[in-house]
């Protein structure tokens, strides 16, 4: 099993971000994956519009009430088009909502400052891009230790072990010293995903993680990410076009332009089978 001994004890309590100040405000070293109950993610009513304030705004979201509990492993499918990536990016902080409620480990995203937000985002959420944007220059255990040592500034053995691990459970062992620039592409994601977890963050959030990934690597990172979630109580949002891994996870939610148009517990039933893509879309 991973061990996360250089987490424990680094974060500060997310509560501590809050609008609220009180006897909370302290920085309590408490993991902040573990500390908070109630929805990991929760939105409430959320809306967002893209070229608000000029001739050719556009709602591409409609007002979306989702909550991700703990632990969850929950897909979000849909057509090409219909806001997942911007509703991802939304649960991610990375955008604001145009309107609506965001909650991430019962903090009120409205509340918070643009460096509360930052720091929300860097002590609670990983993430996993089609794209990997790994540093080309450095090797795939660097890119790995990278988040850590952004918080720790010094590396150490135990950080380097960390990486090694999760570059073993991506199956990447044999390529920890390459630099990334010259692994293949699925390689590259597979560091991109061992990175996104260095730092046990409790909320993943996949963009088509595996979307260029063989069906073997396709499968082998799907449970990895499973592994994780099941052993350290890690949320999971994962975007996905292929319908196989959605009926795996614990929720599906579907979109329908911009609209939940379902929102399931457990499987999609037999709609799916094994190697399907959801729709033929434009990737
Ligand atoms: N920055 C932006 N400005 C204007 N419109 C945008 C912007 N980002 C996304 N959109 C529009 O919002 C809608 C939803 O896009 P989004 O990328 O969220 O879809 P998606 O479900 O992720 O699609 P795909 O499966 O192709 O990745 C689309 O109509 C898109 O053109
Ligand atoms: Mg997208």
Redesign the pocket.
Known sequence: MIQWRLYVGRADNVNDMGSAPGKDSGRARVDSATSVSGPVVSLEGVKKS??VGTLVE?E?LHGIDIKLEKGEFASLI????????????IIGLLDRPTSGKLFINGQDAAALDDAAITRLRGRTIGFIFQAHYLLSAFTALENVMMPILLERSRPDDAMRDTAKELLEKVGLTKWQDNLSANMSGGQQQRVAIARALALKPSLVLA??PTGNLDTQATKSVFNLMREISASSGTTFLL?T?NLNLARQCDRTIE?LD?RVEANQKSSLGKQGTAGTDFVA???
């Open positions: 893209f070229g556009t591409v849909g057509p090409s088009g219909s806001g997942k990536s911007t509703l991802l990016n963009d088509e975007v076009h979109l911009g879309d434009s990737h």
